[in-house]
């Protein structure tokens, strides 16, 4: 049974705000943040709230702290309830969001009490940061078709590089078919571009064909991970994919 708090269209995107007592077929007492095709883009536990209920936030949370322990500054493109930057009390998080409404909701519905998002296009808000600012560069960013191609692209690659510390990495939360998706393949081998180590995790589903969270991250460093802190997901293997690059109608 849902109980809604909040539905509307808010700048022509779904969105929607519920309670309910089964999320993923686990039973509790959950409060959902929901785009348009039932796509969640975040759920708490209003039972236990600092549990981070994803696997891919607590999986990202795990790559940040075994790969740069001591990191301080991370930019982040995509909100949602503001999961990972609400983790943590002690680190300097900024986030670029595009709709207002979401982070309207993530303070009023989900608790999140930072002062730290700005609204706009998150390239755009990126390419004005200073250059070696941050130990890490986030993406969770999705519209109705995806990741947006402007933050998939090598030019785009080439800007988050830019930005971070030399020792700094990029992640990406995506949603593919793994070693079964070109796309995938194609942001694999783009990223590589620009980065000397990359690696890709997702998790384990019945099917091939499957659409999932995948993680890829992109560094100049060796990456390192506990796999029994990777909340489930598995290394993969990407293949070779062609080279993405910015859209001349960006």
């Known amino acids: 049974m849902e109980q809604y708090l909040f539905k509307e269209d808010s700048n022509n995107q779904e969105l929607q705000v519920y309670d309910t007592t089964k999320l993923y077929g686990e039973s509790g007492n959950f409060r959902v943040m929901q785009f348009a095709n039932a796509a969640i883009q975040g759920a708490m536990d209003l039972n236990d709230p600092k549990r981070i209920l994803f696997e891919y936030p607590r999986a990202i949370i795990h790559l940040m702290e075994c790969n ?7 930019f982040m493109i995509g909100h949602g309830i503001g999961s990972i930057a609400g983790h943590y009390v002690d ?4 986030i670029a ?12 519905h989900f608790g999140y009490n930072h002062d730290n998002v700005i609204i706009g296009d998150g390239r755009q808000i990126l390419e004005h940061e200073e250059s070696d600012a941050y130990d890490y ?7 109705e078709k995806g990741t947006p191609l402007h ?3 090598k030019d785009f690659f080439q800007v988050t590089k830019e930005k971070l510390h030399p020792y ?4 990406m939360n995506l949603m593919g078919k793994g070693n079964n998706d070109r796309l995938m393949n194609a ?3 783009t990223l590589n571009e620009e980065y000397d180590f990359v690696q890709s995790f997702q ?10 969270n995948i993680i890829i991250i992109g560094s100049s460093s060796p990456i390192v991970y506990q796999a029994q802190h990777m909340a489930g997901f598995i290394r993969i293997e990407l293949g070779q994919g062609h080279i993405i690059r910015d859209s001349k109608h960006r």
């Open 97 to 108: 969001e595009l709709n207002d409404k979401v982070v309207e909701l993530s303070k009023q």
């Open 68 to 74: 740069t322990p001591s990191f301080g500054d991370v």
């Open 203 to 212: 998790l384990p589903s019945e099917s091939a064909t499957d659409v999932k």
């Open 137 to 143: 560069i986030i993406i969770d960013a999705f519209n």
């Open 168 to 171: 700094g990495s990029i992640i």
């Open 151 to 153: 933050l998939i692209s």
């Open 187 to 189: 942001i694999h081998t």
């Open 91 to 94: 680190k300097r998080f900024k």
